[in-house]
């Protein structure tokens, strides 16, 4: 059984290679094996992942059963919009989906900022797995953006409003 708990410096090394397994498995179809090796090797590093580890008004977790991790997630508020906050990862290794790992690290993460009155993220269009999966959660489609670190991939911007 896995826990969803706070993240710690001690296992960036493990999301590194989760983030990476997770890509490869979802993103070399949209993007090319290329080019996820080179997001993962920019985005996906232990160096990036300890940064935003240490970033105030932020959660890190990790889905954890003491032997492995299933999945992680990462939210932030939002610099640029007040009262938002920003789901900026969620993934669970494809070995573990469907398994409700998702959703738990969802419900941790939501709760974690009691000043937020939306939580907003960005899916990628093509990928119709994660967008049913947000909209199963209360996420529902506010707009269309390209991505910020691909290759002009369609985007769709999803925003859930949060009732504490």
């Known amino acids: 059984m896995f826990f969803v708990r706070t993240a710690s410096e001690r296992d960036l090394a493990k999301v590194s290679e989760l983030l990476s397994a997770t890509w490869h498995a979802t993103y070399d179809a949209l993007y090319g094996a290329d080019t996820v090796s080179e997001i993962n090797a920019r985005r996906h590093s232990v160096p990036a992942l300890k940064e935003r580890l240490a970033r105030k008004d932020s959660e890190f977790v990790v889905a954890d059963d003491g032997k492995a991790f299933a999945g992680m997630g990462y939210a932030a508020m939002a610099e640029d919009r007040p009262k938002t906050a920003v789901l900026h990862q969620l993934y669970v290794l494809p070995d573990y989906q469907r398994q409700g790992i998702g959703r738990d690290m969802f419900a941790e993460l939501?709760?974690?900022?009691?000043?937020?009155?939306?939580?907003?993220?960005?899916?990628?269009?093509?990928?119709?797995?994660?967008?049913?999966?947000?909209?199963?959660?209360?996420?529902?489609?506010?707009?269309?953006?390209?991505?910020?670190?691909?290759?002009?991939?369609?985007?769709?911007?999803?925003?859930?409003?949060?009732?504490?």
């Open 110 to 164: 939501e709760t974690c900022f009691p000043d937020a009155e939306t939580m907003r993220l960005h899916v990628e269009k093509g990928n119709p797995l994660a967008v049913s999966f947000f909209e199963r959660l209360g996420f529902e489609t506010i707009g269309e953006t390209v991505d910020d670190f691909a290759a002009g991939i369609a985007m769709l911007i999803l925003e859930k409003r949060l009732d504490f």
